[in-house]
């Protein structure tokens, strides 16, 4: 468990923006790791993906990193956002714009 | 591993008694919904830690029995 607990903190840190997903940013297997991409791909921002369905120990270890039941999660400089109904109210408030840029990340040209 | 609208309403009614629960059946199979959840008890607290107040009154349902929830919350106006 702690393993896991390290091999998730060092992705976290590792990526600006990171989500862990069912599926690829190509291929999502579920529909909400599909709206989270899309979202991303909205605000135009670099971002890493993990596909939690190629390692069951970052499927399980993620919900308890965050305390948080459901795939897809964002994080954002090593920080838990939320899920993707939450990535949408703040899409949506334009706060993830803001918090991406507060965070000092640049959206790619 | 359906489980009723009814069900889902009830389980966050009984954590917060004052909650406006609307859920919506979005595929009509009883598996995949959408609530809209308005309460008093998410005042001055962020998105995340609301999600969690109404994943918890879930009592762990989320992610295994109930796949799909999209879930909103807000405080009353």
């Known amino acids: 468990m702690s393993d896991v607990n390290a091999r998730i903190g060092e992705i976290v840190n590792k990526n600006d923006i990171v989500l862990f997903m069912k599926g690829t940013a190509l291929f ?14 909205h605000l135009g921002v670099p971002y890493e993906t ?4 190629q390692d069951m120990e970052i499927r399980q270890g ?17 920080e838990f ?3 993707s109904d939450i990535m949408m109210e703040m899409y949506e408030a334009g706060e993830l714009h803001q918090l991406i840029t507060d965070s000092g990340i640049a959206a790619q040209s | 591993m359906a489980m009723p609208a ?4 009830n ?3 009984a954590a917060l008694p004052d909650a406006d629960v609307q859920i919506t059946d979005l595929a ?26 109404v994943y918890e009154a ?13 879930l909103t919350t807000a405080v009353p106006n």
């Open chain 1, 62 to 78: 993620i919900k308890s990193y965050s305390d948080w039941p459901t795939i897809p999660q964002l994080y954002v400089k090593g």
């Open chain 1, 50 to 53: 993990v596909d939690v369905l």
């Open chain 2, 58 to 70: 879930l009592g762990g349902r989320m992610g295994g029995e109930l796949h799909a929830l999209q």
């Open chain 2, 28 to 53: 009509g199979d009883g598996d995949h919904y959408a609530a809209h959840v308005v309460s008093a008890a998410f005042a001055g607290k962020p998105r995340v830690a609301q999600h969690k107040m």
């Open chain 2, 11 to 13: 389980l966050i009614r």
């Open chain 2, 6 to 9: 009814s069900e889902i309403e």
């Open chain 1, 28 to 41: 999502p297997q579920c529909g909400f790791s599909s709206r989270a991409i899309a979202i991303l791909e």
């Open chain 1, 81 to 83: 956002v939320g899920g």
